[in-house]
């Protein structure tokens, strides 16, 4: 079946400094990938849309500067978070659509990157 | 816009009984309907998905759901519950006329008791 390969898995790291998170299709091209937040015993925001070759979709309040998206490749979308803060902290998920599939089909996940700002 | 209810926080069951997890949804148009599980740490596994025709859908791991437009429902379940089956509860809709956008409910956790 098609794998979503999320890394990495588990960051810890200070105050003020970026974090990016890769999000890999294996098995299959991906046209547009998603990224989501979740906190903890909540459900999944999704943060963007992303799209290969062109710029990312923002849902309303999600800062396009704090959470850059790059999806240069039908494989590979990044999230960066930038100049992270406590309040950053949270589970990310990505998840993927096979850009073969028609519009109905599920999105494959990610197993998420838990992310830890001190 | 779309939106998804789940009413139960979490749902007990013991092993061996039926399980049932709610779910009610709200689109404009047709919805596509979506169950995932996610365990501790890991992201979400598709277990089935309505898009037309039965409204009783069978998935993974012997669950199934049941589409009921009048009541806009679409309810998981499963005959004979697991241990193995605890875990965190999502459905999700997504309507046609709304491109990819997936509309998560706020998850049911579910705790089967040996």
């Known amino acids: 079946g098609a794998v979503v390969s999320q890394h990495p898995s588990w960051v810890i790291c200070k105050s003020g400094t970026s974090v990016k998170i890769e999000c890999r299709s294996l098995d299959f091209q991906a046209t547009t990938m998603f990224w989501y937040r979740q906190f903890p015993k909540q459900s999944l925001m999704l943060m963007a849309t992303s799209n290969e070759g062109s710029k990312a979709t923002y849902e309303q309040g999600v800062e396009k500067d704090k959470f850059l998206i790059n999806h240069a490749s039908l494989t590979l979308s990044t999230l960066t978070v930038t100049s992270a803060h406590p309040e950053d902290s949270s589970f990310y998920i990505c998840?993927?659509?096979?850009?073969?599939?028609?519009?109905?089909?599920?999105?494959?996940f990610g197993d998420g990157t838990r992310l830890s700002i001190l | 816009a779309q939106s998804v209810a789940q009413p139960e926080d979490q749902v007990n069951v013991a092993e061996g009984n039926p399980l049932t997890v709610k779910c009610t949804y709200s689109v404009s148009g047709n919805p596509y309907l979506f169950w995932y599980v996610q365990y501790p740490n890991r992201g979400l596994q598709f277990l089935l998905k309505y898009i037309t025709g039965d409204n009783l859908v069978k998935g993974s791991y012997g669950f199934e759901a049941e589409f009921n437009k009048s009541q806009t429902s679409f309810h998981l379940k499963k005959p004979s519950a697991l241990v193995s089956d605890s875990a965190l509860y999502f459905c999700a809709v997504r309507e046609r006329a709304a491109g990819n956008k997936l509309t998560f409910g706020g998850g049911t956790r579910v705790l089967v008791k040996p």
């Open positions: 998840s993927a659509r096979d850009s073969r599939d028609s519009s109905n089909q599920p999105q494959h």
